[in-house]
Nanobody
């Protein structure tokens, strides 16, 4: 019933850009905090960026100044604009929805981002 679907991943050269989308269904999107996480081969899943129900954002130090998280509650969609991509950004990127009151979490299936070296 609850579904988060990431899209927009692909292969890009260093210095290039990609835009990711996360389309949500089965939840009242506007009451969920949203976030992007990523997991590279052999590494733990790490937080990339979050955005609250009120639109406040937070970024990992490694992506500050390069990535921009946003959300459109009318479209139940979250976005991640990635600029100046580096090989170290190569990972599977996951969409997360978190309900602060109930502590519920939902995850998407992930989308692969590969930055060539």
């Amino acid at each position: 019933q609850v579904q988060l679907v990431e899209s927009g991943g692909g292969l890009v050269q260093p210095g290039g850009s990609l835009g990711l989308s996360c389309a949500a269904s089965g939840i009242i999107f506007g009451i969920y905090a949203m976030g992007w996480y990523r997991q590279a081969p052999g590494k733990k899943r790490e937080l990339v960026a979050t955005i609250t129900t009120g639109g406040s954002t937070n970024y990992a130090d490694s992506v500050k100044g390069r990535f921009t998280i946003s959300r459109d509650n009318a479209k139940s969609t979250m976005y991640l604009q990635m600029d100046s991509l580096k090989p170290e950004d190569t990972a599977v990127y996951y969409c997360n929805a978190h309900h602060p009151a109930s502590l519920s979490d939902f995850w998407g299936q992930g989308t692969q981002v590969t930055v060539s070296s």
